[in-house]
């Protein structure tokens, strides 16, 4: 009658004993999302924000965890020097470079490829530049409350770099990048933005007004859209007089017309009485 309770623990150690030996399960792969090669992504947070603003050269603002212009709809600190489109431009083509790569994981980016992808030359100013780009990128922090997810603002979560770690080999001409794994939260449940690359880049005129308006426009359905210049100029932070922020804004609304991202482009009053911009999304 004793035989039976013996039997079974040696059978359940050796299952214990099997658990323990067997190898561990591999981590979980946390990866961008994969979208097509033409195209580059912008968190739609970021894209509706005065994150990357529209600045004139040389006015760059220092914050320490500033409150930025954003939709009511998310809270966003910033922490470091004022980031303009180019520097944009420099983060979303950092993330197409590492977005088929496990996140964590050092990716590399070659200088003078990365700077012809971005739509600049590569001379020894160009070089210099994306450096001090790079910098500020990694510098920088940001903390962020959305509806689905919150970085930053308690004793257990710091703020993020938007790039987490570089590194420059000058004999192999090569950066060496990572960004933080919850840099994924700002992409969760497809809330990022698909910005057609090569229109970008041949953007001309009040180019930098234009991009940030590609990013916002990227980040709605299509259809007509209707939005008070009043706000418009918030996010942006455009420090000059209405009447400029509405000529500018005007030039920039019939660049991305010309290059038929948006159509019947112009500004007119609301219903309210109140200046605003109306298009239509393509």
Request: net charge positive; proline share 6%; hydrophobic share 40%.
């Amino acid at each position: 009658m004793s035989s039976a309770p013996k039997s079974f623990d040696s059978v359940l150690a050796k299952i214990k004993e099997r658990a323990a030996s067997a190898p561990a399960a591999p981590p979980e792969r946390r990866q961008l999302p994969l979208w097509p090669e033409l195209e580059r992504a912008i968190p739609n947070h970021l894209a509706r924000s005065s994150l990357f603003a529209p600045i004139a050269p040389g006015r760059r603002k220092q914050h320490d965890r500033s409150e930025i212009a954003s939709r009511v709809d998310v809270k966003i600190l910033f922490t470091g020097k004022q980031l303009d489109m180019a520097d944009c431009d420099v983060f979303m083509q950092a993330l197409y470079e590492a977005h088929r790569a496990p996140l964590g994981e050092r990716v590399i980016i070659k200088r003078g490829t990365f700077l012809k992808a971005i739509g600049r030359s590569n001379g020894k100013s160009d070089y210099e530049w994306l450096h001090e780009a790079f910098r500020r990128l990694f510098l920088c922090a940001i903390e962020i409350e959305a509806k689905r997810y919150k970085i930053g603002g308690t004793p257990k979560s710091s703020g993020l770099h938007l790039v987490d770690s570089f590194d420059y080999d000058p004999e192999a001409d090569t950066y060496f990048i990572k960004f933080d794994p919850r840099i994924l939260a700002l992409f969760h449940n497809k809330e990022y933005a698909l910005i057609d690359w090569e229109k970008r880049k041949q953007l001309h005129k009040r180019v930098d007004m234009a991009k940030w308006l590609q990013n916002y426009l990227a980040s709605h359905e299509p259809g007509i859209h209707r939005i008070g210049l009043k706000l418009l100029k918030e996010w942006m932070d455009y420090s000059s007089p209405m009447n400029k922020f509405k000529e500018a804004f005007g030039e920039a609304m019939g660049e991305l017309e010309r290059l038929e991202i948006i159509a019947g482009a112009r500004i007119e009053p609301s219903s309210r009485r109140e200046v605003q911009a109306v298009w239509t999304k393509l």
